[in-house]
Antibody, heavy 125, light 108 residues
Framework: EVQLVESGGGLVQPGGSLRLSCAAS????????MTWVRQAPGKGLEWVSY????????YYADSMKGRLTISRDIAKNSVYLQMNSLRAEDTAVYYC??????????????????WGQGTAVTVSS | DIQVTQSPSSLSASVGDRVTITCRAS??????LNWFQQKPGKAPTLLIY???SLQSGVPSRFTGTRSGADFTLTISSLQPEDFATYYC??????????FGQGTKLEIK
């Protein structure tokens, strides 16, 4: 079964740090770009970060740039999100997702086709 | 950065109704537009990619169309399991991969 399982969320004080993990199974992890998306309570989805299958291409959302580090460990089939200097507005459920390349009329398109169940991060004193 | 503006933010409809949700991109993104469904307390699921291609396992009552920078998601005959929140998302080459604001589809 293709699966992503996040962990590492929890309660952290403002200014603190957390490292989220996402364990992949059921597919060739090294062949896929991975991404993180978050959702604040009662709000919409916000794309957060992206790491290519070779981990040479990395992007971050402006809202968290400078406070995030995304990485992946092929041997552990896992992707990580190190979050520093956390703020109350970073409170959200954080999802990891697989980015699949889907071909339509000989053109590659990119879709987040597998998602984890999410891990909740609460930033509060 | 590319923005996607989604409307309406909420919608009330009955089982069997036909509903349409729209997204407008701030620039030409070709067909790089995806649609997701999210139910309360669950992760989103991919419904449509490349503006109109149905993801495997998605019922054919879901249809996506594109006209320039405008995109629509149509559900032809609402079923009870379709009441959820829907998001569009652009995936035009490199991130940021922005999402629309979401449309909450509720039972009338």
């Amino acid at each position: 079964e293709v699966q992503l399982v996040e962990s590492g969320g929890g309660l952290v004080q403002p200014g603190g740090s957390l490292r989220l993990s996402c364990a992949a199974s059921g597919f060739t992890f090294s062949s896929y770009t991975m991404t993180w998306v978050r959702q604040a309570p009662g709000k919409g989805l916000e794309w957060v970060s992206y790491i290519s299958e070779t981990d040479k291409i990395i992007y971050y959302a402006d809202s968290m740039k400078g406070r995030l580090t995304i990485s992946r460990d092929i041997a552990k089939n896992s992707v990580y999100l190190q979050m520093n200097s956390l703020r109350a507005e970073d409170t959200a459920v954080y999802y990891c997702a697989r980015v699949n390349v889907m071909v339509w009329e000989e053109t590659d398109y990119y879709g987040m086709d597998v998602w984890g169940q999410g891990t909740a991060v609460t930033v509060s004193s | 950065d590319i923005q996607v503006t989604q409307s309406p933010s909420s919608l009330s409809a009955s089982v069997g109704d036909r509903v349409t949700i729209t997204c407008r991109a701030s620039q030409n993104i070709g067909r790089y537009l995806n649609w997701f469904q999210q139910k309360p307390g669950k992760a989103p699921t991919l419904l449509i990619y490349a503006a109109s291609s149905l993801q495997s396992g998605v019922p054919s009552r879901f249809t996506g169309t594109r006209s320039g920078a405008d995109f629509t998601l149509t559900i032809s005959s609402l079923q009870p399991e379709d009441f959820a929140t829907y998001y569009c998302q652009q995936s035009y080459y490199t991130p940021p991969y922005s999402f629309g604001q979401g449309t909450k589809l509720e039972i009338k």
